[in-house]
């Protein structure tokens, strides 16, 4: 047998988080599958999505072509638009969805090689002051672009910034700002990503841009009954055990010694596989289901474990990282970090799809 370290991919769950973002949106949902779908696997997640979304979101156009050759017909967004004119041919070409964030880009439409009218969402900047035309620009840009005569549709998009921050005052702002730029003007709307989705049902708009939540993730505390499902089970085994005298240490630059005799367990995955090395001692993990610690530092192919306290864990005993039982962004937070990283970081696992 090969390593045994598995990211288990649940379709079903992945259906049901996208038709709770959808109950809890109200209006049409994208579902966002840039990079790999958050490290689920883009194709496969998509195809399982495909009878029931009102369409997808990437962030290159290598990503949507990546869907259309496999045969995805629904709608694609480009939500950072194109960085090169050139890609306008195959915008055309592939019938995607593109976004534009800059005066700018504009010319770039007006000349462009193409016969048929496309449908541009219009990213606005109402506060991240990341990508996007400033707030009191949108009607002009609105106008300018209809004079390309190569419009066929104009949505009107923009991204919060602290969505995720129950208590934060900033969406308000941003939803007054973004509200104000495109009154008067008949377009449709796209305010919100997950945490907006979740949290903030005032900002939804016409179209809502689910990613994390179809993945079972977020970083926004729960405010509803309803929650996303975790998607990955991202799982090992132990491959070793080791009994360990008290006062011994433990793994790279000796950071953990053992304070009892400890049975140690040692786990076929590391930062290699994207487990994050940044963890501490005392970062939980799940040992034939039941909650433990990891001890001393990540490696980048294994990691050690606590089995102590744990009744029956042996080699080939299964140890899961995050997953159904243990949240990925609890594994994250431990890390410093947030659990989007901790998906997209996923490889060398042997990935396996479910129903
Ligand atoms: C990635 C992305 C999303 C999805 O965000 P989540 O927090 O994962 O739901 C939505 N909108 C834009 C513009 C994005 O780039």
């Given at each position: 047998m090969s390593r045994p370290l598995t990211a288990t991919i649940h379709l079903s769950t992945l259906r049901h988080n996208y038709l709770l973002a959808k109950r809890l949106h109200g209006g049409r949902v994208l579902a966002v599958v840039k990079a790999n779908a958050y490290g689920h696997g883009a194709v496969r997640c998509a195809s399982a999505l495909a009878s029931l979304v009102d369409g997808f979101a990437v962030a290159t156009i290598e990503e949507a072509i990546q869907l259309r050759e496999a045969g995805i017909d629904r709608p694609i967004l480009?939500?950072?638009?194109?960085?090169?004119?050139?890609?306008l041919v195959l915008i055309q070409q592939y019938d995607l969805w593109t976004a534009l964030h800059s005066m700018a880009q504009i010319v770039d439409i007006e000349v462009a090689n193409i016969h048929k009218p496309l449908t541009v969402w219009i990213k606005v900047d109402s506060g991240m002051h990341r990508l996007g035309i400033n707030a009191g620009d949108f009607a002009l840009a609105h106008a300018r672009l209809l004079a390309t005569g190569r419009i066929d549709k104009i949505v009107a998009m923009t991204h919060f910034?602290?969505?995720?921050?129950?208590?934060?005052q900033c969406t308000p702002q941003q939803i007054d700002r973004f509200t104000k730029a495109v009154a008067g003007l008949n377009v449709e709307t796209s305010l919100s990503n997950s945490g907006s989705i979740l949290a903030?049902?005032?900002?939804?708009?016409d179209w809502g841009r689910a990613g994390v939540m179809l993945y079972g993730g977020t970083s926004t505390d729960r405010v509803l009954p309803d929650w996303p499902l975790p998607v990955m089970n991202f799982d090992s085994k132990i491959i070793a055990v080791r009994e360990l005298a008290a006062g011994e240490p433990l793994g790279y630059g000796a950071r953990f010694h053992t304070d009892r005799p400890t049975r140690v367990g040692v786990v076929a995955c590391g930062y290699a596989d994207?487990?994050?090395?940044a963890v501490p001692t005392g970062t939980p993990v799940l040992v034939n289901g039941q909650r433990s610690r990891i001890i001393g530092r990540v490696s980048m192919d294994m990691l050690t474990v606590d089995?102590?306290?744990?009744?029956?864990?042996?080699?080939g005993s299964t140890v899961r990282l995050w997953g159904e039982g243990l949240p990925a962004s609890e594994v994250a937070a431990a890390a410093g970090t947030i659990d989007y990283e901790l998906f997209c970081n996923v490889k060398r696992a042997h990935q396996i799809y479910e129903d």
């Open positions: 480009l939500l950072e638009g194109w960085f090169e004119p050139c890609e910034s602290r969505a995720d921050e129950l208590d934060s903030w049902p005032a900002a939804h708009g994207g487990y994050p090395r089995l102590n306290d744990i009744t029956g864990a042996d080699v």
